[in-house]
Structures are given as C-alpha cells and as structure tokens.
C-alpha cells in the first residue's frame, strides 16, 4: 500500500488551486449520513485524506491514516463560505474538504479538492460515488467499508507503465510548487432547456459538437474586443483533452489525479459573426485529428521532458484576447439521491486564477441546459467586457 510518494512536475503545476463542486438541493438533507458517507469515501480513496509533506526540497503527497477532512457548516448562503476556505487553502493541512449549507428547505454542498489531487474527471467520479453512498446508507443497503489500496498513481508512472513515456524519466524537483495565488473572478452564462435545445440543433446542422459551436463563439466574441476592421487575427483556443480513456488500457477516473492535456487550435479568425459554424468545424476537426493521430498524449508524454511544470506560472499584467481556453465537462449525470432528496443544479467553483492572460471557459450541462463558467482575473478584466463577451456568446449561440 503506497501512502507516501513524491508528486510529479505536472501535480505540482496543480498545487494549491482548490476547486468545489458544488450542488443545490432542495428537501431535507441528513447531515449525519453525508458526513458518514464523506468518511467512507475518505477510506476507499485515501488521497482525500491526505496533505502535503517537504523533505529535501521536494514535496510529497502523504496519506495520514483515519484523517477525515474538516466538514464546514453554514446556515444560508454557501458562497462566503466557499471563498474564505479558498483563501485560507493551506495543503499542509489537508487536501480535500467538505461544505454543508443549509436554509429553508433546501441548501448547497460543496466537495472541495485540491487540483493537485483531482482533475474535472476525478472530481466528478469523487462527487458521483458520494451521493452514491449517501443514497445506499439512507436505504440501509449494504455498502462496502474497506480502506481503498494506496494512493492514485501520478501522471508520469502512468505514462511509463502505458510505455507512453521511457522510464530513465525522472520527477523534476518541486522547488517552486506553491504558486502565488490570485482570487479568480466568475460569471455564469446559463441557458434555458428550450434554448439548449436550439444550440444543439445547431451544432448538429452544422456537423459539429456543442463545445465547438461554443469555441467558434468565444473566439468571435473576443475577436469583436479586437481592433484591426475585419481582417484575420490568428487566435489560440486551447481545449484540455482526458488522456484516461486514451491509454491502452484505459485508466479508470480515481486511478491517477491528472491526466487532462489541452491541445491548441490556431485559426485565423475575423469579425464575420456568420463564420461561427466553420471555426466550429475547424475546431473540432483539429482537436479529433490530435486525438486520433495520438499526437495530443505525445505532448503529453513529451512536456515531461522539456517542461519544468513546477516553476511559477507568469504573473501576467495584460490581457491577451487572441488565447483562450474552454474547457469541456460534457454532460454532468444526474446524481444518485434519497427519495426526500432532489439535486437541483450544479456548478463548479475555482477560486484561484491560474496564470493564463485570457480567459478559461467551463462548458457543461445538466439537467438538460446548458453553463458556461468564465473564469478570469479582475485586473485583467474588466466586468463589463466580461458582461459583453457574455451577451456575444450569448446571442451567436441562440441566433437562427
């Protein structure tokens, strides 16, 4: 059972950007049973349970046996809540916490992980597995109480059991693996059933995916923010990739803590709002062609090599609106729920920026309609370029 290893160069370029996901419910939640439910996660996946150690100038992560992380909480609004655990985020400590908010006849729950431990898919699969056992104790079923095995495999041991990555590669020392962290500001763009409805309508007229009909509509609406008339301006948008199910063989969600990629698209982009459905194309012709051609995990393999992840990211002080990146979470699933219980809506909470000049895209649905999440820093961005950007996006989507 391994309960101490040393974090790779690519855990350590995650660390110390805590991200909830958080859901809203309404009925009567058993608090007492979701903190059993939480423990019991904690014993199958003892990284949850686990913090952050230094030792000869490289950092490990290392499970503490029975330590169950904090669980907050609140009465009333979560969102205060959710940023004071952000700023006092200390991965000494712990990382992975659980918030509990309740009000009239309903409330919130967040699942707090550091990045570092859990990328977008473990995250998912942690929360999944949650309601999964909250709902099996509510029924008095019979669930399985074993401690998990060890902790998850990193990024580069998996790359060189898969033979994606030669083995003499060795783990970069972790020096710099505490970022200077900057408070992420946030703005949410949510559609209707009907109008997700109509967004993939036309995503299907036009032979392409919702995530690339949204790129061709970022990229538009930053483009707009542009000078230079309507002449072309070669813009980056980036879409991180999960490599898990691109392994032979796949490698399950809890199994290891990142494993998500981006690869970068470069087209040449003008004002024409009609030319959305051909950069979606475009993008999503580029982003299949990696994915296939298996470029997108050499990248992967190969930025162990050339890259040292855990130096400081750049404190950039400008905007660049030609980069961008929008992330694809794809279709969140119902979460498995008590009969007195009804999970209402979901979103995701990054509270720190992660140093890139543009802005970060989360784009996902549920409940049948559609979120998308803008991640930015402030001093970058001003809010009323973000509402513009917003109301762009907004009307490119749902235009006929």
Same mark, same amino acid.
């Given at each position: ?6 974090? $790779?160069?690519? =855990? +350590?370029?995650?660390?110390?950007? /805590? ?16 903190? @059993?439910?939480? =423990? ?12 952050? =150690? ?8 290392? !499970? ?18 959710? %940023? ?8 000494? $400590? ?7 908010? =309740? ?44 401690? *998990?095995?060890?902790? /998850? ?6 790359? #060189? ?10 783990? +970069? ?26 967004? @993939?309508? @036309? ?19 930053? %483009?707009?923010?542009?000078?230079? *008339? ?18 032979? /063989? ?25 030319? &959305? ?11 299949? %062609? ?24 750049? &404190?950039?002080? #400008? ?10 979470? *794809?279709?969140?699933? $119902?979460?498995?729920? !008590? ?31 559609? %979120? ?26 749902? +235009?006929?």
């Amino acid at each position: 059972m391994t309960t101490k290893r040393q974090i $790779d160069q690519f =855990e +350590s370029g995650m660390l110390n950007f /805590p991200t909830a996901l958080i859901v809203e419910y309404q009925g009567r939640l058993n608090k007492d049973i979701l903190v @059993r439910a939480f =423990e019991l996660l904690c014993f199958r996946y003892p990284v949850l349970g686990s913090r952050v =150690e230094r030792a000869s100038g490289n950092i490990f992560i290392a !499970a503490v046996p029975d330590l169950i992380p904090d669980v907050v909480y609140v009465s009333g609004d979560i969102w205060d809540c959710v %940023r004071e655990i952000g700023e006092r985020w200390r991965v000494a $400590d712990s990382l992975a916490k659980l918030v509990i908010a =309740e009000k009239q006849d309903g409330g919130h729950v967040a699942l707090y992980t550091d990045h570092a431990i859990a990328d977008g898919t473990a995250k998912q699969a942690f929360l999944d597995e949650l309601w999964e056992i909250y709902a099996a104790l509510v029924c008095d079923l019979d669930i399985d109480t074993d401690s *998990g095995p060890s902790l /998850p495999e990193s990024p580069i041991d998996v790359l #060189k059991a898969h033979g994606v990555l030669d083995g003499s590669v060795a783990i +970069s020392s972790n020096t710099h693996a505490e970022h200077s962290r900057f408070p992420a500001a946030h703005h949410y763009l949510r559609f209707t059933i009907d109008e997700t409805s109509r967004i @993939r309508e @036309r995503a299907r007229s036009a032979g392409t995916s919702v995530h690339a009909l949204v790129c061709g509509a970022v990229l538009l609406a930053q %483009r707009n923010q542009l000078d230079g *008339g309507n002449e072309p301006i070669v813009m980056e948008c980036a879409s991180p990739v999960d490599l898990r199910a691109r392994l032979d /063989p796949p490698v399950p969600a809890a199994a290891t803590t990142n494993m998500a990629y981006p690869h970068a698209c470069l087209l040449p982009v003008t004002g024409d709002a009609g030319s &959305v459905a051909s950069l979606a194309t475009s993008v999503k012709s580029d982003l299949e %062609r990696s994915i296939e051609q298996g470029s997108i995990l050499s990248s992967f393999a190969e930025s162990f090599t050339v890259n040292n992840f855990s130096e400081p990211p750049d &404190v950039c002080e #400008k905007q660049d609106l030609t980069k961008l990146i929008v992330s694809n979470l *794809g279709l969140v699933k $119902d979460f498995t729920a !008590a009969s007195d219980l009804k999970i209402v809506d979901f979103q995701m909470w990054t509270h720190n920026w992660h140093g890139t000049p543009g802005v970060v895209y989360v784009v996902y649905t549920y409940r049948e309609a559609c %979120r998308i999440q803008f991640v930015y820093k402030d001093d970058l961005f001003q809010v009323g370029q973000i509402d513009a950007i917003a109301e762009f996006v907004r009307g490119i989507l749902l +235009s006929s």
